[in-house]
């Protein structure tokens, strides 16, 4: 039924090939929000705002420093996730004890300050990145062409979740941190520093998704509205996966990622919305989410 | 608390309803006043949005639910309204029924889908929805897309009011921003609006004593989904257009903002806060995107300092308990 004669195996695969790309780029994120998530109780509407200024972190660094793509990967995540730790002392710091709700409405105060000040100094339109050409070019795999941006894209995101997940949930410091998050007082108590163990967390958090936007430079332009567009899906794909699960947050970005593109190829019209469809679906099914535990 | 006494053929009206009422003759009298004062198209235009906050305030001021994608009903009523106006040449009453009546049937939708979440997982589901219904509005072919819906005919209302007269006009919508007023404090002062609150404040209690919680909350979000709607299909009359603008995402943004600044759970705090807002916006438009600026501003100081919102901080002062 589905214009059987149009697919090709070309576009199938290159369709399946932007998926993962943008599912590299939920799993990151919506990652970043879930690490958030469980230290802070709040959910970081900042993080649509943060992963752009990722991107234009990159995009200084080159044209204004010199700094080449590889500083990028390494200084933006850092900058931002500094910048990121500033603003949880300074003011996330300060509604502690109150109703989440309040944290998510701060840092969607806060996604608008950051979002605005880029529209007005850096207009609408998007800035180029280029590829770094250690990367640039394309191998042929025989049933299609695979640029090399994209495969170190998709390896290179897929180690950076499965690191953190590692780091979670087989290091000490994951077991303090996992300590911290189901008891904050009793971890004090044993002599853990919680505030700076929260603090830390959310600049790493957001320096998940500052790197997500160094990573997404050179194939999205820079933009200021970057961020703005992509965290409505990131939300949807917090939610399938159900928040609190680490694992669970890098399973369902990638797989989401896939059947957008899947979508594309086979029903384009809905490629916009199909991830909002599974998310109604999932609800109605496992209110939780996919990897969450039932409260 | 003095025990009601079971016959009561003239209740003096209690020390609430006097301080609502002298509020509403305030608000009465400001509505009047305004096109005398200011452009009554903005005018006009702030009581739409007005209505908006005021349904938006139902859900979080009155049952603590957190809706970060009420542009959707806000947009869809006013696509409905402006192509059932524009298109079918329906009267602009029975166009803004029609509405109000595609926004309560999406409310039920979403509402049913995402009640059984509460705070922020409430919050960010109703996010990715009204992203949902933004894509749809951009795909389907009778919003025009980009170009929106233009040139929506004011008509006759019931067939006799000429609403291309302003005047008429005016009233028009002053007496929809009060019918939708009053039936939000008529909900918030009613059986109903005491197990809403009850709600808010300690679910599981109110589950305990009996109540199916979830239909309440319900009811309230079809509600607070069909006022929503009622704002959003009067403004398309109004301003004769409908456009992405009205179901995107930063409309849900704008009307969180107007409730948290003129104070969450206070019945007058989503009118000031949207009279500020919009004022705001239309005096500022110049500096194109310090308004973002500014409002993202506004939002981080109302939640560090100033959590009451200005009719909340005014009616703390006053000791006053129902404004």
Known sequence: ?295 | MSVPSTVAPVAAPSRETRQFAVAFVVLLAAVAAAPFVAYPFFVMEALCFALFACAFNLLIGYVGLLSFGHAMFLGSASYVCAHAAKVWGLDPALAILAGVACSTVLGVVVGALSIRSQGIYFAMITVAFAQMVYFLCVEAPFTHGEDGIQGVPQGRAFGLLDLSQPALLYVFVAAIFLFGFLTVYRAVNSPFGEILKAIRENEPRAISLGYRVQRYKLAAFALSAALAGLAGATKAIVVQNASLTDVAFPMSGEVVLMTLLGGMGTLYGPVVGAIVVVSMQNYLAQYGQWVTVIQGAVFVACVLAFRRGIVGEIANALKWTSL
């Open chain 1, 1 to 295: 039924m589905f214009l059987g004669h149009a697919i090709t195996i070309q576009q199938l695969f290159g369709q399946l090939l932007i998926g993962l790309i943008n599912g590299s780029f939920y799993a990151l994120l919506s990652l970043g929000l879930a690490v958030i998530f469980g230290m802070l109780n709040i959910v970081n509407f900042a993080h649509g705002a943060l992963y752009m200024m990722g991107a234009f972190c990159a995009y200084f660094l080159l044209h204004e420093f010199g700094l080449n793509y590889w500083w990028a990967l390494i200084v933006a995540p850092l900058m931002v996730g500094a910048f990121g730790a500033l603003l949880e002392r300074t003011l996330l710091a300060r509604l502690r004890g109150l109703d989440p709700l309040y944290g998510l409405l701060l840092t969607f105060g806060l996604a608008l300050v950051v979002q605005g000040l880029f529209q007005n100094f850096f207009g609408a339109s998007g800035l180029p990145y280029a590829i770094p050409p250690q990367l640039s070019g394309a191998r042929n795999l025989g049933f299609m062409f695979l640029p090399n941006y994209r495969a170190w894209v998709i390896g290179f995101s897929a180690s950076i979740c499965f690191a953190t997940w590692f780091a979670i949930e087989k290091t000490r410091l994951g077991a303090y941190l996992r300590a911290a998050t189901e008891n904050p007082t009793i971890a004090r108590a044993f002599g853990l520093n919680v505030p700076r163990m929260i603090t830390l967390t959310y600049g790493f958090g957001v320096a998940l998704a500052a790197l997500a936007g160094v990573l997404a430079a050179p194939i999205n332009q820079v933009r200021p509205g970057m961020g703005a567009d992509i965290i409505a899906v990131v939300f949807a794909v917090v939610v399938i996966g159900g928040m609190g699960s680490i694992l669970g947050s890098i399973i369902t970005g990638f797989a989401l990622g896939v059947v957008e593109g899947l979508t594309k190829v086979f029903y384009p019209e809905a490629s916009n919305t199909v991830v909002f469809v599974i998310m109604a679906v999932v609800l109605l099914i496992r209110p939780a989410g996919l990897f969450g535990k039932v409260a």
